[in-house]
């Protein structure tokens, strides 16, 4: 199992120019999660997908796309890129249903993150 | 709106002491997550509470839940260099039978040798 990937690791961007980042998850979650986080902040919710073809916006959507036609794959797309979308990415996985019935933990799996720096 | 709010933001510590972070949230939720990051790296799940009270300990962390007062505590003890990192508590809110999990602040912890 490699878990949850992502590509790229780093990316610097000009303004205005667009990318799609990549994330894959072989673990069957139906659920899947992209946040960036700021430099010395938390966690902010841009994305998030209960399965193949149903997404809804976070906290922070403005900007970005994403789309889902796979249960493994979630991409993320920046169109017309800012400096304030410089970040790093996360995508997270999980699987969530009734913990007091089935008894298990459902927790997210992060990825390792994608640096992006618009200038 | 659910809030989720940590404190201590930031945490000095010297080795060998005791603390304690707080985590606060707005809204009732039956569970509650725990996790480390270390800089420049991504988030480690530490701890699942899955029920009112439900104690997880391992090494020197221990954390609880209290659904009822909506705090989670992540206890230090005998605190080491090696517990330098980030915690991020994470509370799983339900929006129209989907879910997605909020987190909170983080708190910076330093433990100087």
């Known amino acids: 199992n490699a878990g949850v990937t992502q590509t790229p690791k780093f990316r610097i961007l000009k303004i205005g120019q667009s990318m799609t980042l990549q994330c894959t998850q072989d673990?069957?979650?139906?659920?899947m999660y992209w946040y960036r986080q700021d430099p010395g902040m938390g966690l902010k919710l841009i994305y998030y997908?209960?399965?193949?073809?149903?997404?809804d916006k976070g906290e922070v959507p403005n900007g970005y796309n994403v789309s889902r036609s796979t249960t493994e794959d979630f991409p993320l797309r920046l169109e017309l890129a800012a400096p304030s979308q410089t970040s790093v990415y996360f995508c997270?996985?999980?699987?969530?249903?009734?913990?007091?019935?089935?008894?298990?933990?459902?927790?997210?799996?992060f990825g390792p993150g994608t640096r992006l720096t618009v200038t | 709106e659910l809030k989720v709010e940590q404190n201590p933001l930031f945490l000095s510590m010297q080795e060998g002491k005791n603390y304690t972070i707080y985590c606060n949230y707005s809204?009732?939720?039956?569970?509650l997550y725990w996790y480390r990051q270390d800089p420049g790296k991504s988030l480690e799940s530490l701890f699942v509470l899955l029920s009112n009270g439900a104690v997880k300990q391992e090494g020197r962390l221990m954390a609880s839940l209290d659904t009822k007062a909506r705090l989670s505590t992540l206890h230090i003890t005998a605190a080491v260099h090696d517990l330098s990192a980030t915690y991020f508590c994470a509370v799983p809110v339900s929006t129209s039978g989907t879910y997605k999990y909020i987190f909170g602040t983080g708190t910076r912890l330093k433990v100087l040798a």
């Open positions: 997908s209960v399965g193949a073809g149903i997404t």
């Open positions: 809204t009732t939720s039956d569970r």
């Open positions: 673990m069957n979650h139906n659920y």
């Open positions: 997270a996985s999980s699987s969530y249903t009734d913990a007091r019935t089935s008894g298990r933990r459902y927790e997210q799996y």
